[in-house]
């Protein structure tokens, strides 16, 4: 099966997750003992390097326990097979690990350099929300209070005002203006000269995704859209979205960008496109790598998967 | 323009968000001062009860500050053409409210009703979000000290830890599975009797939707699903969820429901959905009404609408 979300990185998993299997501490407790561990120095995971099979973020057991992770910290991620997955947080640096032939590797690159098989980059995206929520939420936003995580990792539970938190996971859209054969990119500030991206903003309270996106399409750059189509999702654990793409069809073309976002917007026709997505524009002008989704909304417009 | 996210409550707004004047203390002062008030007593809005022109919702900012409204807490919606529209909590309950001709409606009567314009529902919506998340996150869940609102509503800072947090919107997936021409359709235990709507289930870090939509259908009721197509997205402001409907494709026929979450799990034919839609099945059942966007769904599936 063909699926579009499938084509973007963080998007597939090897994984059943079991949800029905983390409410019970005695069945997680024994599946620790056996379980293989992506494990985390800070939103870093730890890779064994090797030329042969190549880096490896999983560790057994007993290696866990040797780099003091954090059990009663780790995360039920799900079962790989017959085998538990769990993710944990380990102390511990650089220098740390080095002397045990071990980088910590950031989890962009880990997708930018193909540096684990597809389907095991959902699982390490999983990881990287669900520590990175528990590394920020220590307390309860209703009261004050400390929280204790429950349920495997997947709600935190407050002793003191009885208030239960769960993961956030942000919806953002990511949306491809269309007018006719031309579409519109833009680059922020902080992008790598050169590098061009489809324009993107959080999903607000009270409103729809189609609304968001031509919101945020106005905001940005002044555009108007009208019709929008879903194209693909994508996790995106930086720290927690959950990306949307979609096509829009724009019915303005003028462009007034919002410099506080926008460093520069423009029309850029379907030639150029292609060119940019194989490094080949005659002004060295780029798209993002083929992990980002963004990459795959400029794929399917080049191949004329645009559909209104 | 005919889309299918505009079909469900809350779905729909006549505001302009103009999300870059919130940051500009001086003009939210300033517009606060000719503004309309959405009031909120916990999470029921007021609505000043006649029967010409109707039940409504909006006051003036010397109403809202003779009710004592939470100036400081109020969120700005946005423009309705030149008015400035907020939202404010006010202190008191029915009996405060009942000598004023004022009653207190529940956000979901509001719509199931029709007691505003369906493009009000999305600021009430917006509005419900957004005040039920300050009510709820008055405490840094980084560092447990106490927050502040900034940015007109869209964001708390930590003065203690300097954190910044931002409203969430929770992505939950809701889905039609169809295999030829049945669907299936599931009743939780808290449903009205004889009523069956669609699954439905939160979207998990480092997930897809369409693996959302896969996990959950196996997960609730044992069937596999393969294809998954978008149909439409709605706010559903309980408290601050997302709904992205869609169709499943079903690849197996086999209940087991997980009877946690599900009473009963069942096929239904596409001249049943029809009769449910309209309340002439002939054993009572009956599906949700037209503000909800499984009701949508169901509409677009008897009408031919579903693709693969």
Known sequence: MDERSQRSGYSRSRLDRTANRRGDPAWIAQALRSARFLLFSGDRPLFRISDNPG???????????RFDAGMDRAVFLGLDGDTA????????????????????????SVAVQGLVAPALLGPVAQAKSLLDWHARHGYCARCGASTRMADAGYRRD????????????????????????????????RFQPGMYSA????????????????????EETAVDVDRVTYHSSQPWPFPSSLMIGCFARA???????????????????????GEMLNHRHPDGLFAPPSMAIAHQLLKSYVAGETIF
């Open 199 to 218: 324009l993107a903003g959080f999903v607000e309270p009270g409103e729809t995704l189609e609304d968001a996106v031509r919101r945020e399409v106005k």
């Open 55 to 65: 880096p490896d973020p999983l560790f057994d057991a007993g290696t866990a326990q």
């Open 251 to 273: 019915v303005s073309r003028d462009l007034d960008p919002d410099p506080r976002e926008i460093a520069d917007a423009r029309w850029f026709s379907r030639t150029e496109i």
């Open 158 to 189: 407050c002793p003191s005002c009885g208030a239960s938190h769960f993961p956030r996971t942000d919806p953002v859209v990511i949306m491809l203006p269309v007018d006719g054969a031309d579409c519109l990119l833009a680059r922020a500030p």
């Open 85 to 108: 997955l769990f993710a944990a947080p380990v102390p511990g640096d650089e220098t740390t690990f080095d002397a045990e032939g071990i980088k910590l590797i950031d989890v962009r």
